[in-house]
């Protein structure tokens, strides 16, 4: 891994991460969210909601996808780990992740943004709801996991 290829995918995350705050604290005086709210949603609060929703994914599968790896390489502590769980228990042991089982929370979050439900407004704003409360969880795991990375890059 070298530092340019480093550096790319953190700031890519750091990208994601910065819209994702906008979003949220711009949704924030709607959040509890009641499903009864989701209809009298403006079409800017919409496209918030979009942002908000869009971001979070994209965070979390950079994070996991990228980023992670990127962590293990840096460390030289890639060894032979072979499937995604026992990535994330590396990062663990680390002490990159303070739980596994949360980034794996953060991921079922992500998939559950990939299922629509048009019709389901009590579904939605339970996404909703959950995903906002996790926001925070998750932009602190990329502040913790960029200050590990830290100490393992040269010197600028």
Not at 9 to 30: F, K, M, N, V
Not at 108 to 124: G, V, W
């Amino acid at each position: 891994m070298n530092l340019i290829s480093y550096q790319g995918i953190e700031q890519i995350c750091q990208t994601h991460a910065e819209r994702l705050r906008w979003a949220r604290d711009t949704l924030r005086p709607l959040f509890p969210l009641a499903p009864e709210n989701l209809n009298r949603l403006s079409p800017i609060d919409l496209a918030v909601f979009d942002q908000f929703v869009v971001r979070f994914s994209k965070l979390q599968d950079a994070m996991g996808a990228k980023l992670f790896p990127a962590i293990l390489e840096l460390t030289k502590e890639q060894g032979d780990l072979r499937t995604f769980i026992d990535k994330l228990n590396q990062l663990e042991k680390m002490g990159v992740l303070d739980s596994a089982t949360q980034w794996l929370e953060f991921r079922e979050m992500r998939n559950q943004f990939a299922h629509d439900y048009p019709t389901d407004s009590a579904i939605q704003a339970s996404l909703l709801n959950q995903a906002f409360d996790m926001t925070e969880e998750l932009l602190k795991v990329l502040e913790q996991t960029t200050a590990f990375a830290k100490g393992y890059l040269p010197e600028s």
